[in-house]
């Protein structure tokens, strides 16, 4: 134990839900820049739950994008990969930017759940179409 560890508190028990709210977390601050319309992204997608905002928070203070990737991949079935998958694809678009950062940590989540681009391609060109709201004019 360090000695600033007792500080830090247990890393709350991964479940479906927390993965998608660190997954989020992860996202949004792959960049370095947190945006406005991220944090409303993530809150959207949790349903405004601030526990489990907070308790995504203590997660990814405890453990790196490795450990977590490596434990939410064992822990998801295929349907909630994708789920988690769509939901970063969507919040990586919810600035209207997809940095550098941002598209590399998708493509570490897609090969950590096996997924590959093709499977996502057609889920990501209607996020894409419908985060365009340049075209209502």
Partial sequence: MGLFDMFKGAAPA??????????????????GEVEAEEIGQ????L????????????????KDVDAFLAESAALLNED?????LLNLYDSLLSD?????????LLNRFMTAYGVSEATLQPY??????????????
């Fill in 14 to 31: 991964l479940t479906p839900k927390l993965v998608l709210a660190v997954g989020l977390l992860h996202m949004i601050h792959a960049d």
């Fill in 42 to 45: 993530v809150l959207q997608a």
């Fill in 47 to 62: 349903g405004n739950d601030k526990a489990l905002f907070d308790d995504a928070g203590k997660y990814a203070k405890s």
């Fill in 80 to 84: 909630q990969k994708l789920c988690v």
């Fill in 96 to 104: 209207g930017v997809a940095a550098p950062q941002e598209q590399a």
């Fill in 124 to 137: 990501a060109l209607g996020i894409s179409v419908k985060n365009n709201r340049k075209i209502l004019g």
